[in-house]
């Protein structure tokens, strides 16, 4: 029953002492008072003595095993001492009475339990005091005269019956080694719990270091209780380091979280820890286990989430950074394009030279390009924020692709590419982001057309399976070699990312792709073969995604920055 903090050997002899004294002393006294009191004052005042003798003392019991502080209660139990002596030998019959004799116990409880000769002198004063209070108590405490009876030997007789009992003890040199570890001995010089168990795990005994380790009395770790604080995962590798022993292995090393008393702090009371298991050799069925602090498993999760909170505000500001720039370059490009527009139509004068026609052509070119850029910029930053809003609306795949057919057509004649479709009849309705939907598909056309040579095949295909539409763009390129799909969908990452490369681009246009897919809780998958070509395959929903889990404010919660290979919304393969 001591407090867990209490961690010093004699500091802890001294409360179990005290605790055990106020749990025995009452019976003692509820003796004393159905004896002396009932016949003076009946059995009403008995039963409230009775009850008062018990709350006092066990209630100051329970209070130094709850906080650990001894010393007003100390004091307080040895003032209500007095007063109980003092009562006891009036009741009695005066100082003739052998109940008088009890006036030894309060100087020996007192050295019993403080372990000192001062401890033992304030208990000799109390019993003094009410010695000196016989004359006067009388007349404080209603009792009426009592006569001396050979019964009351009784009373000293059952105290001395404890006293031989603690004597004993003390004269036997085993259990007062048991009851006072040395301070240098091996397990208190260790900065680690040391256990020892049964064959299955069942703790036997833990040595002290519990309470500064663990925060635990080692009582709380027998039987069962050490495997019942680690972490559920941790279960198994603990069991099977058993196993391990119980077959024969000398040592084993377990890396374990164990639960530790909540401090209020936070709900992950869970901390690291290393255990070594080890047997002797006179030993077949007891293990002795060393349980210590795993510094370095602790340090590397702070670390680790210190990164993990360094690299969220590097997204976040990257992704405000972006979106910051991309609406002051918006702005101005569009005045460029509007303004070269006006100008190429001649609407102010014709030019005098033609080349300055095909100047503000170039100018105009640029500037669109330049305005694709941006934009992609601003919906890969908002994807990866979660500020993309989509609005999901029933309509006809088949709109959508005929839509990315008229406007890629031109592009794909420039390089005599034959861009077909094939719609299966049943691909029907879906519901989703019209305007999302449409971008995925140009952007995938519109590379398959880039990274085609001429005169090659451009395929946009669809299928209903189940619930789910499948959708592909299939192409007879360059094809994609296989140290290269760890970069794909990746920003400003292209296949051919160095100064040599033949094609222009910026490397959105797939990142892009899989964010809006991941938006609509698609999957998309790519299959290329290095020279022969490549197919990317887009699966979603057909009755349109689910609700996106929302913060505390109301925004949508962001998408993953990077989706990289074999994850759900971005999975990539190769073949061939």
Not at 29 to 50: E, H, K, P, Q
Not at 159 to 166: E, G, I, S
Not at 232 to 238: E, G, I, K
Not at 279 to 292: I, K, S, Y
Request: aromatic share 6%; glycine share 10%.
């Amino acid at each position: 029953m001591v407090h867990p903090t209490i961690t010093a050997p004699d500091e802890r002899l001294r409360q179990r002492r005290f605790i055990g004294v106020m749990l025995a002393a009452p019976f003692l006294a509820a003796g004393a008072a159905v004896t002396l009191v009932t016949s003076s004052l009946g059995a009403a005042v008995t039963v409230v003595a009775i009850f008062a003798a018990f709350g006092l003392c066990w209630f100051a019991a329970l209070l130094v095993a709850a906080t650990g502080r001894m010393a007003l209660a100390g004091q307080a139990a040895l003032a209500m001492g007095g007063l109980a002596l003092a009562g006891a030998i009036l009741a009695a019959g005066g100082l003739a009475s052998p109940i008088a004799l009890l006036a030894v116990a309060l100087p020996f409880e007192a050295w019993w339990i403080g372990g000192s000769r001062r401890a033992g002198l304030w208990g000799a004063l109390c019993a003094l005091a009410a010695i000196l209070l016989q004359p006067f108590a009388g007349s404080i405490l209603p009792l009426g005269p009592s006569e001396i009876a050979a019964w009351h030997w009784l009373l000293p007789l059952a105290w001395a019956l404890t006293l031989a009992v603690r004597l004993t003890a003390l004269r036997n040199p085993a259990n007062a080694g048991h009851a006072t570890p040395a301070d240098d001995h091996l397990e208190h010089m260790i900065d680690a719990v040391v256990l020892r168990v049964a064959r299955h795990g069942e703790v036997l005994d833990a040595s002290a270091k519990a309470r500064s380790i663990l925060k635990l009395p080692p009582e709380l770790l027998f039987g069962a209780g050490l495997f019942e604080r680690v972490h559920l995962s941790d279960r198994v590798a603990y069991l099977s380091a058993l196993a391990d022993m119980r077959d024969g292995a000398v040592a084993r090393r377990v890396d374990l979280r164990v639960r530790l008393p909540s401090d209020g702090a936070s709900s992950d009371n869970f901390r690291p820890f290393r255990l070594d298991l080890m047997r002797a050799e006179h030993q077949q069925d007891v293990f002795t286990l060393l349980l210590r602090e795993n510094d370095d498993v602790a340090g590397l999760r702070e670390e680790l989430a210190a990164a993990k909170e360094a690299t969220a505000a590097a997204e976040v500001a990257k992704g405000r950074f972006l979106a910051v720039v991309s609406h002051e370059l918006r702005t101005p490009l569009n005045a460029i394009i509007g303004f070269s527009d006006m100008l190429l139509h001649e609407m102010f004068g014709a030019f005098k030279d033609p080349r300055q026609k095909e100047y503000v052509g170039l100018v105009r070119d640029s500037g669109q390009h330049l305005l694709g850029v941006v934009t992609s910029i601003l919906d890969v930053s908002r994807i990866e924020a979660g500020a993309y809003a989509t609005e999901p609306e029933p309509f006809r795949f088949v709109e959508a692709v005929d839509m990315c057919r008229s406007m890629m057509q031109l592009q794909a004649q420039a390089k005599s590419i034959r861009l077909t479709t094939q719609i299966a009849p049943d691909s029907g309705e879906i519901n989703a982001d019209r305007r999302a939907v449409q971008q995925i598909l140009i952007n995938l056309v519109s590379n398959a057309i880039k990274f085609t040579p001429d005169g090659g095949d451009v395929v946009v295909g669809a299928k209903r399976v189940g619930s789910r539409l499948h959708f592909w763009v299939s192409d007879t390129g360059i094809g994609i070699a296989e140290e290269d799909f760890e970069n794909l969908g990746k920003p400003f990452m292209q296949i051919q990312n160095d100064y040599s490369r033949r094609f222009e681009g910026t490397g959105l246009g797939l990142s892009l792709v899989k964010g809006l897919v991941a938006l609509h809780d698609g999957t998309m998958s790519i299959e290329s073969m290095l020279g022969e070509g490549t197919m990317v395959t887009i699966s979603l929903p057909v009755n349109g995604p689910k609700g996106r889990s929302k913060g505390k404010d109301g925004s949508v919660l962001p998408m993953p920055a990077v989706m990289t290979k074999g994850d759900r919304n971005g999975s990539l393969r190769k073949t061939g």
